[in-house]
């Protein structure tokens, strides 16, 4: 692998793309305004969170072997460890768009440090980018364009905290973008929904849960080909409920047909479904039923 950039610090992104380090942990980039050239295959180590909204079809992101959905007027969200790479669009000469690099120190302990794990679209990749409009751009550059002020003034007791609040702003306001995105892609989520039914049922059509076990979320994620927290975000947003307690209902409503199966023990009903102990799965069953595997036999 070839030109492997790694971007441990702020200062690494800025230095890559000739701009001053105004301040350590963080920094915005208008990609109008600098001059910076990268070969045509260029792969990146983030160290840091990154943010970008592209505006020009300037190429493509890929994670893995994996492309981004990420088009003008989108934004993708890159959080430490993950490695980039940026295949260039040759036809484009002029970069256009935006940046908002930080560091993991920035957020230490802050409100943002504690709950940036809930931003799960930091953790998103395929098919997964944002889709703004011109009105949640204009609010996207509005929070950029505060951060920028407060970077480019001394630092002071009041920097950090104002940055951070200006960041997580931007990044509250990216969750209500991504909620308007999973309604006005309702026909493709449908689509994946309907999918995720019918993997869910053949799995136990197969040997797969005397294989693998009880299927996983990170399992039907893969087979969707989204990343888990995103497949998990559309299948709370389409059924009220997580993309884990979805499996278990789907297991536990075969489990009441195989339970009342008096060929087999209760035991062997659990192995079959994929459950290591069968007193795990007497517990998940009365659980949900109310009743024990045995008990619900006796009643039906």
Same mark, same amino acid.
């Given at each position: ?160 905290? !104002? ?9 509250? /306001?990216?969750?209500? %973008?991504?909620?308007? +995105?999973?309604? =006005? @892609? ?73 339970? !009342? ?9 659990? /192995?079959?479904?994929? %459950?290591?102990?069968? +007193?795990?799965? =007497? @517990? ?17």
């Amino acid at each position: 692998m070839k030109n492997i950039y790694r971007i441990e610090k702020v200062a690494d992104y800025n230095k890559i793309n000739g701009v001053e380090t105004l301040h350590p942990l963080v920094s915005i980039i208008d990609f109008s305004k600098v001059d910076s050239e990268f070969s045509e295959h260029t792969h990146f180590y983030y160290g840091v969170y990154a943010v970008f909204l592209k505006e020009v079809n300037c190429g493509e992101l890929r994670y893995g072997r994996n492309k981004y959905d990420y088009e003008e007027g989108s934004l993708v969200f890159i959080s430490p460890g993950q490695l980039l790479e940026l295949i260039r669009n040759p036809e484009v000469t002029t970069r256009k768009g935006w940046a908002l690099i930080f560091h993991p120190d920035l957020i230490h302990g802050t409100s943002l440090g504690r709950h940036i794990s809930e931003y799960t679209f930091f953790s998103y990749d395929i098919n997964e980018a944002l889709h703004i409009s011109e009105r949640e751009r204009r609010m996207v550059l509005e929070c950029f364009d505060k951060i920028s002020y407060e970077i480019a003034q001394p630092i002071d007791k009041h920097s950090k905290k !104002l940055i951070v609040n200006n960041i997580q702003l931007f990044l509250d /306001y990216c969750i209500r %973008f991504y909620d308007r +995105q999973f309604i =006005t @892609r309702e026909h493709l989520n449908q689509g994946s929904i309907e999918q995720f039914d019918r993997e869910l049922n053949n799995y136990f059509e197969t040997e797969k849960p005397q294989t693998i076990g009880l299927p996983s979320v990170s399992y039907f994620a893969e087979a969707l080909h989204l990343s888990a927290n995103y497949f998990g975000d559309l299948v709370k947003k389409e059924t009220g409920k997580s993309a884990l307690e979805y499996i278990h209902l789907k297991v536990m409503n075969i489990a009441k047909d195989r339970v !009342l199966d008096e060929t087999k023990s209760v035991s062997e009903v659990a /192995y079959e479904l994929g %459950f290591k102990y069968p +007193q795990h799965f =007497t @517990r998940m069953f009365k659980k949900s039923v109310g009743v024990s595997p045995s008990e619900y036999r006796s009643m039906n």
